[in-house]
């Protein structure tokens, strides 16, 4: 455990060195959505810590709407970083993580060095793209600010990690061991209620009207952004003009990836990510994918 901003945190560590990379999950998830990512990471020479957010897994889960607000949750991070002690930061972060992460570097909650954002948008170009198609696509949040109703369907669902596996492009990819932990993470009451109240502090609570007020500053360190076009709660209009909001912004699109992406695509997604670390150009995805097929044929 890693005490951060008067909360403990279940953190995976693996590596050393002087260069943090924190890895952020979203929802329903975990820690172990990184799993592919943290070895190869360490073997660069990285130090990797991939925390549970507050609410997930064994780390805290304090009570009420209020306690999942995305000033504290930016804090939970700022934490974090204070706790590793390190010169250098990579922030990661995929979907809810990727909320946070945005945020965090457009008001520089804590000095980072490079931004690593796995789809989800940014909220500029996501607010310019909002159409009837994704507000359907969204209806989740709305109906999560509903009270105890959210709870009890997710409760009484076949899982979060059955439904994690059966919407991603390559459900190999997740072991039965993986899903049961899922499962086993999103089926206590208290964690399921969690990860619904980062949603009710970012409406219900007034989270987004907070963060419209302070405006959306430029993003001026390095940043790679990775999508899979075939994300089922997001639209690729919505990463339309991130460039306006980022000024040093390297995008990539997954042809074929789910929004899983990272989970999904773990070769590319490593190779990828070892090219913008290391300040080297981001091969696309599609030349990847035909690399590896002709290493296939031999």
């Known amino acids: 455990?890693?005490?951060?901003?008067?909360?403990?945190?279940?953190?995976?560590?693996?590596?050393?060195?002087?260069?943090?990379?924190?890895?952020?999950?979203?929802f329903p998830e975990h820690s172990v959505s990184w799993r592919f990512q943290l070895p190869y990471l360490a073997r660069l020479g990285y130090?990797?810590?991939?925390?549970?957010?507050?609410?997930?897994?064994?780390?805290?889960?304090?009570?009420?709407?209020?306690?999942?607000?995305?000033?504290?949750?930016?804090?939970?991070?700022?934490?974090?970083?204070?706790?590793?002690?390190?010169?250098?930061?990579?922030?990661?972060?995929?979907?809810?993580?990727?909320?946070i992460a945005w945020h965090f570097a457009m008001h520089q909650i804590r000095k980072i060095d490079q931004l690593v954002i796995c789809n989800v948008p940014h909220p500029g170009p996501a607010a310019a793209a909002m159409s009837w198609a994704q507000l359907k696509k969204s209806w989740y949040i709305f109906f999560f600010q509903l009270p105890r109703l959210p709870e009890r369907m997710l409760l009484k669902s076949a899982g979060m990690g059955a439904m994690i596996q059966t919407t991603a492009a390559a459900p190999n990819n997740f072991s039965e061991a993986v899903v049961a932990l899922y499962n086993e993470n999103g089926g206590r009451k208290e964690n399921v209620t969690a990860m619904i109240n980062y949603y009710r502090g970012l409406v219900r609570g007034g989270g987004m009207r907070r963060q419209k007020?302070?405006?959306?500053?430029?993003?001026?360190?390095?940043?790679?952004?990775?999508?899979?076009?075939?994300?089922m709660a997001l639209s690729i209009e919505t990463t339309y003009g991130t460039e306006n909001y980022v000024q040093d912004l390297t995008l990539r699109y997954l042809a074929g990836i789910s929004h899983w992406v990272q989970q999904d695509a773990p070769e590319a997604v490593n190779t990828m990510l070892g090219a913008f670390l290391a300040g080297e150009p981001v091969p696309e995805y599609q030349a990847l994918v035909n690399a590896a097929a002709t290493t296939e044929l031999g």
């Open 213 to 231: 007020r302070l405006g959306l500053p430029i993003i001026s360190v390095p940043t790679l952004m990775l999508w899979g076009e075939d994300d």
């Open 1 to 26: 455990m890693v005490a951060a901003n008067g909360l403990n945190f279940e953190v995976d560590m693996i590596g050393d060195g002087d260069h943090l990379i924190i890895c952020l999950h979203g």
């Open 47 to 99: 130090r990797v810590w991939a925390p549970n957010l507050r609410g997930y897994g064994n780390s805290s889960a304090p009570q009420g709407i209020a306690a999942y607000s995305l000033e504290n949750l930016m804090d939970d991070v700022g934490g974090l970083i204070d706790a590793a002690g390190c010169s250098k930061v990579t922030l990661m972060a995929h979907d809810w993580g990727a909320v």
